[in-house]
């Protein structure tokens, strides 16, 4: 079988869904953005991949490499692209043309156009809808596709990296759990970074200064980040760098006020940790079950999520480890495997 991604950015997590398609037997081309400067991902592909770089293509080029690679389907991130829309015309609905949509829907002015846009012309270039979760699955259905042309499940984290550390650590954690909260994200404003750090020295104010806060990430804010006690940064790392952070933080937290899905709740998740999510985190309505394995907190609320932490400091550590565990346990519900499966429901229809 014959797959083409016509991508923006690659992350590690979309590496991993493809190394399992490639190992599955699909023969793979992806045309990609370059990566960018505030997730600068090692990307480490099979070599039987094929890797094609977006600009270096002139116009037209795409559209004719694709035609004449005849691919059994094509999976395209999102419908900004001029190109790579134009590559699913010139295919003509021969094979499953699929939209990748990570947005949920609101309802703000630009999404009722797109909705409208979507009527007149995507239909014209897609068969198919695939996204991550129910949230997604709303805007797919004021787009205009059908239920049976929806499928969930187009994000998976890197399950068996961050399952083995789970493994791990999980006897060191129930000896003694490590009393530190873990920022894994970018150096945003819409990523909460500034609640995070107002929250985290009011709850330590609180009486709460056994614990610290741990932050991974790089972007536009980090020459601004908070540096008062408590508080350490690590800068970028990659996913295997991330080993003894985990082993050695014990708490999640994605304060986010915007966050479509978030593949790094998951990833934590799979690592058996205990999770602080904002409610506009889409990932949250798969892998946070409220008060099983962690809470959620008002967007943009620092009392909010001051409130949610001292709730994870009342628990005891027993319970906290339990929580990481019924953390991991819904971490499995997407894999690299069910992504490849997602692919064969596709060519079925």
């Known amino acids: 079988m014959r797959f083409a991604i016509l991508y923006t950015e690659l992350a590690a997590y ?17 045309y990609r953005y370059p990566v960018h400067n505030e997730a600068p991902f090692a990307l480490k592909l099979n070599p039987e991949i094929e890797v094609e770089e977006r600009f270096q293509k002139s116009e037209n080029q795409i559209s004719n490499e694709l035609n004449e690679w005849n691919p059994d389907l094509v999976l395209v991130s999102g419908w900004r692209d001029k190109e790579y829309l134009k590559s699913g015309r010139r295919l003509g609905k021969r ?23 979507s009527r007149v012309f995507l239909k014209n270039s897609f068969t198919h809808c695939w996204v991550p979760g ?8 004021k787009l205009g596709f059908d239920e049976n042309r929806i499928h969930s499940g187009a994000y998976s984290a890197d399950v068996t990296l961050f399952n083995s550390y789970y493994q791990e650590n999980k006897h060191l954690k129930y000896q003694s759990f490590p009393r530190r909260f873990l920022y894994v994200g970018r150096y945003l404003g819409f990523k909460g970074t500034r609640e995070l750090w107002d929250a985290f020295k009011e709850f330590r104010r609180c009486g ?22 408590g508080i350490k940064h690590f800068g970028f790392l990659q996913p295997e760098e991330l080993r003894k952070l985990i082993a050695e933080t014990g708490v999640f937290i994605l304060p986010s006020q915007k966050e479509p899905w978030g593949v790094v709740v998951q990833e934590f998740a799979a690592a058996g940790f205990p999770l602080i999510c904002s409610e506009a985190v889409g990932a949250a309505d798969t892998f946070l079950r409220e008060g099983e394995n962690g809470f959620l907190f008002k967007t943009q609320s620092v009392e909010s999520l001051v409130g949610a932490m001292e709730k994870i400091a009342a628990i005891s550590d027993d319970k906290l480890v339990q929580m990481g565990d019924n953390s991991h346990q819904l971490a499995q519900q997407i894999t690299p495997e069910t992504w490849v499966q997602t692919l ?6």
């Open 14 to 30: 979309t590496v991993s869904c493809l190394n399992a398609a490639s190992n599955s037997g699909f023969k793979i081309r992806v």
């Open 95 to 117: 094979v499953p043309f699929i939209l990748g949509l990570d947005n949920p829907w609101q309802g703000g002015a630009r999404q009722w156009m797109a909705m409208l846009y």
């Open 134 to 141: 129910d949230r997604q699955v709303k805007y797919a259905r």
């Open 208 to 229: 709460n200064d056994s614990w610290e806060l741990w932050c991974a990430g790089t972007g536009a804010e980090f020459d601004q980040r908070d540096q008062s006690e």
């Open 344 to 349: 064969y429901r596709f060519l079925d229809k």
